[in-house]
């Protein structure tokens, strides 16, 4: 079965520091891959999207990037962390057309002080 | 953008009580997901309905959606205090597939 993992699940940085969340799904090939973002007490904003290595999308103008090295690995980063940066993040993947649910990751807190 | 926008923002019923929302969307879409949220934790998969279908049950969850109104309904039938959760719709639009585009979430609270 397939199974996604997210980590860390909290995190604390000081403004300026560099940042990287890893997110790995296991059980499947060629996955789409997701990156969301969840402000307190609101809904998730799609980050990033990826259909394949090195195919990344980004959907919203920010102070993050994202990377995917390998089929089943999604990395989110930055180089110098913004207090406004700090959320909710979470990691999901997707199959495809014959399968369109989207499956989520236990999320990571982000704390930027 | 906000695709989908769920109504109400929160509902408190008591346990054995039916709770609804809704979601309403945009531009037509591919299939519209379910998600659960407790606090503080990823997002659980619920149902999907696909855009060619009207009606959807799982358990005690039942699912519809009508494209001509671009919206759909959440219903829990006889629900239990371990439903307090929010609740997400997610939409896959037609001319972005695979694009998932979320509300802001229903808060149920149900008290036993």
């Known amino acids: 079965s397939q199974t996604i993992h997210q980590w860390p699940a909290t995190l604390v940085q000081p403004v300026g520091s560099p940042l990287s969340l890893e997110c790995t799904v296991e059980g499947t090939s060629n996955p789409n891959l997701y990156w969301y973002r969840q402000a307190a007490g609101r809904g998730l904003q799609l980050l990033f999207y990826s259909v394949g290595i090195g195919q990344i999308s980004s959907e919203v103008p920010q102070n993050l990037s994202a990377s995917r090295p390998q089929d089943r690995q999604f990395i989110l980063s930055s180089k110098k962390l913004l207090l406004s940066d700090s959320g909710f993040y979470l990691c999901a993947w997707s199959v495809g057309e014959l399968v369109p649910e989207a499956f989520f990751g236990q999320g990571t807190r982000l704390t930027v002080v | ?112």
């Open chain 2, 1 to 112: 953008s906000q695709q989908g926008e769920e109504d109400p923002q929160a509902l408190s019923i008591q346990e054995g009580e039916n709770a609804t929302m809704n979601c309403s969307y945009k531009t037509s879409i591919n299939n519209l997901q379910w998600y659960r949220q407790n606090s503080g934790r990823g997002l659980v998969h619920l149902i999907l309905i696909r855009s060619n279908e009207r009606e959807k049950h799982s358990g005690r969850l039942r699912v519809t959606l009508d494209t001509s109104k671009k919206s759909s309904s959440l219903l829990i039938t006889a629900s239990r205090a371990a439903d307090t959760a929010s609740y997400f719709c997610a939409t896959d639009q037609a001319d972005s597939w695979g694009k998932f585009q979320f509300g802001a979430g229903t808060q149920v609270v149900v008290t036993p």
